[in-house]
């Protein structure tokens, strides 16, 4: 039988004195493992709303919303290892909230992903290495919200009480696959990448769903709608998908297009419409009469690239093939090895490799690479 994670040993801190224990007992530690809890589902700007750490035995939450100087803490982490689960979320929040970057991170996640784990999530791990039952049923809780209910304190802290043997267990698995060196550059990639923070919208970000299939007159509703649920978004402080989803977006657009505007007005859900309607008629009279024309569009070709021409393209299945027969025989998803799109630019350019892969990555595709390369080559020497 499972157990239930029901840790209830924690400090909660909310208080600048209330840090002291903690930074105390980040001295006595190499491994910290953290999580954070975010407002991003219930808000239109996100926020760090919770921090749960583990420092030897002691769990502690601390409260970002409290007014304290987390100072401290990013000083007392700066030079630990943080065990985290699917850290490249939390990673960007940290970097946007106090620019703290980790000078090393273990991803449970990734680890999971390598070892060829048919369950990857924080909760099913548990489960199956562990054999602790950790309920999900906090996750999309608003963490914003004072005070913080004790059955959610206590999903927070059970997100990170477990991670330390989950971590050894998982990474001893990794050392007998000869592993722990890919697991390494991932999670450092990870960090590298995470000081972007999150993408910013620009000009374009009306162009969501299938924009680009739909009719110039269903287009430029689409971008007048978009725009106004952004506003209604900002205005009500919820996140634009809890305004209006895409599907209802897109299902308005086309409907201007088609002229059966009413019927799909009248049947929309009375909650989208109570209360919000008048703006929502004014998007849709702007978005018939707005010219498409007008409408903002990503160059084509910005890179100055061509698609791929027919020995590109059967470079590409070439390494596809590689990545697929590799990732087979090692019992991990092929996109661990090479996305989609790294494989494109792998097919314009072999000699790429070592700007798009990790050191791992290339070797396992090198042998196809070699051959694209010689080929690359002939031609040149040829002439």
């Known amino acids: 039988m499972s157990l239930t994670s029901k840790t209830t040993d924690y400090v909660f801190i909310d208080r600048q004195d209330g840090l002291k224990a903690l930074i105390r007992d980040l001295k006595k530690v190499d491994e910290v493992p953290i999580d954070t809890e975010a ?171 299938p924009h680009n299939r739909l009719a110039p007159r269903a287009q430029a509703t689409l971008f007048e709608l978009w725009h106004w649920r952004e506003s209604e978004a900002r205005r009500m402080d919820r996140p634009p998908f809890k305004v209006m989803s ?48 007008s409408l903002p569009r990503r160059p084509r070709n910005r890179n100055g690239r061509q698609p791929l021409n027919a020995a590109e393209l059967q470079r590409q299945d070439g390494l596809k093939h590689c990545r697929d027969k590799a990732a087979e025989g090692l019992k991990i998803d092929p996109t661990l090895i090479a996305t989609r799109l790294q494989l494109a630019r792998l097919a314009r350019n072999p000699a790429d490799a070592s700007e798009v892969l990790l050191p791992w990555q290339v070797g396992i595709l090198e042998p196809s690479l070699e051959v694209f390369l010689r080929e690359s080559a002939a031609p040149e020497a040829a002439s």
């Open 39 to 209: 407002d991003n589902l219930h808000h239109y700007h996100t926020r760090v709303c919770l921090i749960q750490l583990r420092a030897g035995d002691n769990d502690y939450l601390v409260d970002p919303l409290s007014n304290l100087d987390l100072q401290p803490i990013w000083d007392g982490l700066r030079d630990k290892t943080l065990i985290m689960h699917g850290s490249d979320f939390d990673l960007r929040l940290l970097w946007e909230l106090a620019e703290f970057r980790p000078a090393f991170v273990f991803d449970t996640m990734l680890a999971a992903q390598l070892v060829g784990a048919q369950r990857i999530g924080l909760s099913s791990l548990l489960d199956d290495y562990l054999d602790v039952h950790h309920p999900k049923d906090s996750q999309k809780s608003d963490w914003s919200r004072r005070p913080l209910p004790d059955k959610m304190l206590h999903y927070a802290v059970g997100d990170v009480a477990h991670l330390p043997l989950l971590k050894k267990m998982i990474e001893d698995q990794l050392r007998e696959l000869g592993r722990l060196e890919w697991h390494r550059q991932k999670c450092d990639w990870q960090v590298e990448v995470a000081q972007t923070g999150f993408p910013r919208q620009d000009e374009y970000a009306w162009r969501i769903g």
């Open 246 to 293: 895409n599907d209802y977006l897109i299902r308005l657009s086309n409907a201007v297009a088609d002229g059966t505007i009413q019927a799909v007005f009248d049947a929309l859900p009375k909650g989208l419409r109570r209360g919000r309607s008048k703006g929502l008629k004014e998007a849709l009279e702007r978005g018939a009469e707005r010219d498409p024309k």
